[in-house]
């Protein structure tokens, strides 16, 4: 029996939580603390940099100290509560997050292609005071969105802006990063300092709220403690061999755990690193960004890779000269990409393969090309415990594939306030059942088959086809339809809509539905890219929608 606290969080029970402390992977400090402890060690080293803009560790724990006293001085936040942050890759992100962080105020890590529909559930799911976002990114406007998402909130009152504000009332972001007035700086960095020092967040408090990838409509709140959230930054830092000399390019969404903490950008500020923040994957932007800066690794999901593969063959790698570690994560490598990785862009691959959830599994710097090329790494730490079971629960054999369940130190034993979610996905005992198929090989490293859980992959972006569903269902002249995923040679899986039109109505089209899924507000990595219209679905024997036989015709047609 899950049993949740009084605020939603699932804890771990108290004989692991001392075992997790007396192996030292829990630390009992704030993570927030942690970083500050750092940045006082290197005050005049460079933590940050977003274009021209360059900040130092002394100037970020500053902003972060008074960011945390504008946001509960100034807008009268308290601990506890939950801001939405939906930012793209720019400094007042770091700032953000570390500003929560010291402040104990929990960051709700959206995604920049998120939309209202996304964002009011968010809002309203986390209780959200605040919610901070840019004021135009793509031609949309954010800022006139979240004027609505604040009209409908019966808890959100702070709008902070990254960029132009223009509607009264809403804050400039920048400007409540800024650093500490000098009157005198030193004193008032001095204050903020030891206000926070003093009253910092406990370990076992939420530090952050991180999106499942879930395949039951829309995403579920992750809750990621100081204690855990920081094992798994640290612990990733030191098996990527992180440290001073580190130049850490981010150009994955922030948002997202693996660039986040995977070793990520708290990795990076945890080991006196440099973190570099980039908003596009695109490889000419990312191949001068990287010789520019000297960085030293990074991290994409594989369509990136692949797009960079091919600038690299038609254009050349000298400007990676630097680069040392590419890490490759949220979908499955194929195989003969990572092949060409070391080849063609000289760096070392790294598999990533984890999850929002906690367990993470990396091939090893050092691991032969055959495991770094063939595998999905093992886990990270000593503490995490891995299952392969059949159907019935039973475990398998090494070399036969089977549903992964695992726990550990920095696996949470339950989502934020989802007792029908938990109860599918977590065992009484609190082993997480990640919905992937893997087999395990002798020397421990897995091998990621497929999944077992409705979901689509596309380009490391999770998307339940049930949420899909649902919203296709809201609109006119659609009797029946299952989403399921199309593969495809770029971003591994696109969405494929079956529609059933309704008696008397015509067939819809791909135009039709995305239409009506920007007016429902929906973020457009969630629209369908194919539509097959059909007379009917197919059934099981015992009469269940057969997305199986759904999903065979797409392989067999695309073989």
């Given amino acids: 029996m899950i049993t949740p606290i009084a605020d939603g969080t699932v804890p771990w029970p108290e004989d692991l939580a001392r075992e997790y402390t007396k192996a030292g992977w829990w630390r009992g400090q704030a993570l927030g603390a942690e970083i500050a402890t750092v940045a006082d060690a290197r005050k005049a080293a460079t933590a940050l940099i977003d274009g021209a803009a360059r900040i130092s ?5 500053a902003r972060a100290d008074a960011l945390a006293s504008r946001l509960t001085d100034g807008l009268g936040l308290e601990r506890g ?38 964002l009011a559930y968010l809002c309203e799911h986390s209780e959200a005071r605040a919610l901070a976002l840019p004021d135009v990114l793509r031609d949309f406007d954010h800022q006139h969105m979240a004027e609505r998402l604040r009209a409908g909130s019966a808890t959100l009152r702070h709008i902070l802006v990254a960029g132009q504000v223009v509607h009264q009332g809403n804050e400039d972001l920048a400007a409540l990063c800024a650093e500490p007035n ?49 094992y798994n930054a640290r612990a990733s830092a030191a098996l990527c061999g992180l440290g001073q000399g580190t130049v850490y390019l981010a150009t994955l969404p922030a948002s997202h755990n693996f660039p ?78 990572a ?7 000289g760096a070392t691959l790294q598999q990533v393969f984890g999850m929002a959830e906690g367990l993470l599994n990396y091939t090893r710097l050092d691991d032969t090309d055959e495991v770094i090329c063939g595998t999905q790494g093992r886990p990270l730490s000593p503490g995490d415990e891995v299952r392969i079971v059949d159907g019935a629960g039973n475990d398998r054999q090494d ?14 034993r339950g989502y934020y306030r989802a007792p029908e979610q938990n109860a599918r996905a977590f065992t009484p005992d609190g082993w997480y059942a990640s919905g992937d198929v893997v087999r395990r090989r002798p020397d421990g490293n897995l091998v990621v088959e497929g999944r077992d859980k409705d979901m689509i992959n596309r380009g490391g972006e999770k998307i339940s086809a049930e949420e899909v569903e649902n919203l296709l269902y809201r609109m006119p002249g659609i009797a029946q339809v299952a989403a399921v995923a199309a593969p495809d040679a770029e971003l591994g899986e696109r969405i494929c809509v079956f529609v059933v039109p309704a008696p008397g109505a015509g067939p819809p089209t791909l135009d039709t539905i995305r239409d009506g899924m920007t007016a429902a507000g929906v973020a457009r990595f969630k629209w369908p890219e194919r539509l097959e219209v059909v007379a009917e679905l197919p059934v099981t024997k015992v009469g269940k929608l057969d997305k199986k036989a759904l999903r065979d015709m797409l392989a067999s047609e695309g073989a």
């Fill in 57 to 61: 560790y002394a100037s970020l724990a």
């Fill in 81 to 118: 509560d939950r801001i939405v942050v939906q930012l793209p890759n720019c400094w007042p992100f770091v700032v953000l997050t570390l500003g929560c962080l010291r402040a104990g105020i929990v960051p709700v890590m959206a995604l920049p292609a998120h939309r209202e529909h996304e």
């Fill in 182 to 230: 000098p009157e005198p700086a030193q004193a008032a960095d001095s204050a903020g300092r030891a206000r926070w020092d003093a009253d910092q967040p406990d370990a076992r408090d939420v530090a952050v709220f991180l999106l499942s990838g879930g395949t039951t409509g829309l995403p579920k709140l992750i809750a990621r403690t100081h204690n855990d959230y920081s």
């Fill in 260 to 337: 986040l903490a995977c070793p990520g950008i708290l990795g990076a500020l945890l080991s006196g690193g440099r973190v570099v923040m980039l908003a596009s994957p695109q490889p000419e932007t990312v191949f001068a960004t990287i010789e520019q800066e000297g960085v030293t690794i990074t991290a994409v999901v594989p369509a990136v890779a692949q797009r960079w593969l091919a600038h690299a063959e038609e254009h050349g790698a000298r400007q990676l000269r630097t680069l040392r570690v590419l890490q490759v994560g949220g979908a499955r490598l194929a195989d003969e990409l």
């Fill in 339 to 345: 092949q060409r990785v070391r080849p063609v862009l």
């Fill in 399 to 412: 070399g036969e594939p089977g549903a992964l369940l695992t726990r550990g130190p920095y696996t949470p």
